[in-house]
């Protein structure tokens, strides 16, 4: 369960007052939680690193894709930060029905559910329409599991840019001349890597390699 943050209210106060919050003040849910991770980009937000904030409420609605108040921080500090927010197709918003443990176990019984109607089906002549149903449902609950898993896909090569103004190379070479500048809490689409440089592009097709140093994967990797 999201513990509920007015994050627009919580950094007024924290302006007025002259508060400065921990940005790696540790949750009190657990780390890798939806919950977790939605209070830790609170604070980063409050803290006044919206990359970094970014980063976690597209952690948190991985774990929680359908939590109203995580994709409204998120369009909020998206919006402060003078970005356009990301949009998602109708497809995207259809397959977004679960976390990925919960389709993950969707799968296992849908596998389940067949596997006991077609034996089922074997050992006993009769319950036929019993059977069939029972096969269209696991059949059913497997392909929501393929498919979610299938618009997750492009999710794993997603990355933020955490820095201010990073700077986007035509060539993997700390001398390659600049092609363009990525805003702080940028979100790019990862498509290879070389030596300390990323390939990225960008949502309006433009293509460059980024620092690594400059931006951090959505999907955390080793």
């Known amino acids: 369960m999201i513990r509920r943050t007015h994050l627009r209210e919580s950094i007024m106060v924290a302006a007025l007052l002259g508060i400065s919050v921990p940005a790696a003040a540790a949750p009190p849910e657990p780390a890798y939680s939806a919950a977790g991770l939605y209070n830790l ?14 980063l976690y409420y597209e952690r948190a609605r991985l774990l929680a894709p359908n939590d109203p108040d995580i994709e ?9 930060s003078r970005l356009a927010p ?12 679960g976390s990925p443990n919960e389709l993950s176990w969707a799968g296992v019984i849908g596998w389940s559910i067949m596997g006991i109607s077609m034996v089922a089906g074997r050992r006993y002549s009769g ?17 929501l599991t393929v498919s979610s898993g299938l618009l997750l896909w492009p999710r794993l090569h997603q990355a933020v840019i955490v820095k201010d103004a990073a700077p986007v190379l035509v060539s993997p070479v700390p001398m390659a001349d600049t092609l363009f500048v990525l805003p702080e809490a940028s979100t790019v689409e990862t498509t290879a890597e070389h030596e300390g440089f990323v390939l990225v592009q960008t949502a309006s097709g433009q293509t460059g390699w980024v620092s690594r140093a400059n931006l951090v994967r959505v999907v955390p990797q080793k």
């Open 86 to 97: 990301e949009s998602s197709s109708w497809i995207e918003r259809v397959g977004a029905v």
């Open 41 to 54: 980009a609170n604070s980063y937000a409050i803290a006044g690193k919206p990359g970094m904030a970014v």
């Open 127 to 143: 319950y036929r329409w019993t059977r069939r149903i029972a096969f269209i449902l696991g059949s059913a609950l497997i392909g």
């Open 72 to 80: 409204a921080n998120l369009r909020y500090v998206q919006a402060s």
